[in-house]
Nanobody
């Protein structure tokens, strides 16, 4: 049983920055992965960035060099620093914690809107 709560979304001009945060609570194992995903209307949910408990991170090609994911396992938090935002980054951003089948949790999402 895990609960995830995202925060930090909002409206920003192209070229601006936002920082998303996700706080997790509940029964959290030491070995797990956390990530940020996004979904625009009419589109599939896609991976933005993820980080494992071992500290390895990976990013979607579209955000490399602009977004940075960071995690604090002791605090069970994960953040996404977004810079150089583009209108195509507009989406609902979701936090995810997962390890295996039966252990896969999602937050409710936070809206990020980037204006031209």
């Amino acid at each position: 049983q895990v609960e995830l709560v995202e925060s930090g979304g909002g409206l920003v001009r192209a070229g601006g920055s936002l920082r998303l945060s996700c706080a997790a609570s509940g029964s959290i194992p030491s070995v797990h992965a956390m990530g940020w995903y996004r979904q625009a209307p009419g589109e599939e949910r896609e991976l933005v960035a993820q980080i494992t408990s071992g500290g390895s991170a990976n990013y979607a090609d579209s955000v490399k060099g602009r977004f940075t994911i960071s995690g604090d396992n002791a605090k069970n938090m994960v953040s996404l620093q977004m810079s150089g935002l583009k209108p195509e980054d507009t989406a609902v951003y979701y936090c995810r914690m997962f390890r295996s089948i039966g252990y896969d949790y999602w937050g409710q999402g936070t809206q990020v809107t980037v204006s031209s």
